[in-house]
T-cell receptor, first 116, second 113 residues
Framework: DGGITQSPKYLFRKEGQNVTLSCEQN?????MYWYRQDPGQGLRLIYY???????QKGDIAEGYSVSREKKESFPLTVTSAQKNPTAFYLC???????????????FGPGTRLTVT | GQNIDQPTEMTATEGAIVQINCTYQ??????LFWYQQHAGEAPTFLSY????GLEEKGRFSSFLSRSKGYSYLLLKELQMKDSASYLC??????????????FGTGTRLTVIP
């Protein structure tokens, strides 16, 4: 079964600690994305990656970092510099992200991060 | 930049029809998506419109008017399981050449018996 997995589903951390959220896909998609979802707000793009070893900042990249060493994996690190890290984090992938056509994004189940 | 507006909440009766509107202002537009999201779960794809007109898929239809910056999602024969948030997302080309999605805040639909 092809899909996107994120783990863990719930994550608790103390303020000042870095934490890494995992995202794996076996859809053979080139493009991957990280979003953050807060109550009353739309999904906001943190980082995206078109191919291995390449990634770009989205609208709210400050306090986050990513890597794309393998096509299947796009982990997100929430650093202590992120002022309001408590949120629902969603990873997504698509066939591609460039060209004349927009492609459907497939989402993982999400990780709810709580920082206290 | 982009501005995407949709109603925050709607309530409809089981078996009825409901229309969820989305208006947007953006540059570099190359399509509009609708996603369904149940509470605490991942958004799932419902529809994609890039040309003006209506796209029908079973009980769900989506309409786009590019000149008016307007779309709607039409849900027919509502079922209790349709209670969810419906996300309008505009795709536009950004500086890097990527087509990124920009989401509205979502419309929470409650279906009542």
């Amino acid at each position: 079964d092809g899909g996107i997995t994120q783990s863990p589903k719930y994550l608790f951390r103390k303020e000042g600690q870095n934490v890494t959220l995992s995202c794996e896909q076996n859809l053979n998609h080139d493009a991957m994305y990280w979003y953050r979802q807060d109550p009353g707000q739309g999904l906001r793009l943190i980082y995206y990656s078109q191919i291995v070893n390449d990634f770009q900042k989205g609208d709210i990249a400050e306090g986050y970092s990513v890597s794309r060493e393998k096509k299947e994996s796009f982990p997100l690190t929430v650093t202590s510099a992120q002022k309001n890290p408590t949120a629902f984090y969603l990873c997504a992938s698509s066939i591609d992200l460039a060209g004349d056509q927009a492609y459907e994004q497939y989402f993982g189940p999400g990780t709810r991060l709580t920082v206290t | 930049g982009q501005n995407i507006d949709q109603p925050t909440e709607m309530t409809a009766t089981e078996g009825a029809i409901v229309q969820i509107n989305c208006t947007y202002q953006t540059s570099g537009f190359n399509g509009l998506f609708w996603y369904q999201q149940h509470a605490g779960e991942a958004p799932t794809f419902l529809s994609y419109n890039v040309l003006d007109g209506l796209e029908e898929k079973g009980r769900f239809s989506s309409f786009l008017s590019r000149s008016k910056g307007y779309s709607y999602l039409l849900l027919k024969e509502l079922q209790m399981k349709d209670s969810a948030s419906y996300l309008c997302a505009v795709s536009r080309e950004v500086q890097t050449g990527a087509n990124n999605l920009f989401f509205g805040t979502g419309t929470r639909l409650t279906v009542i018996p």
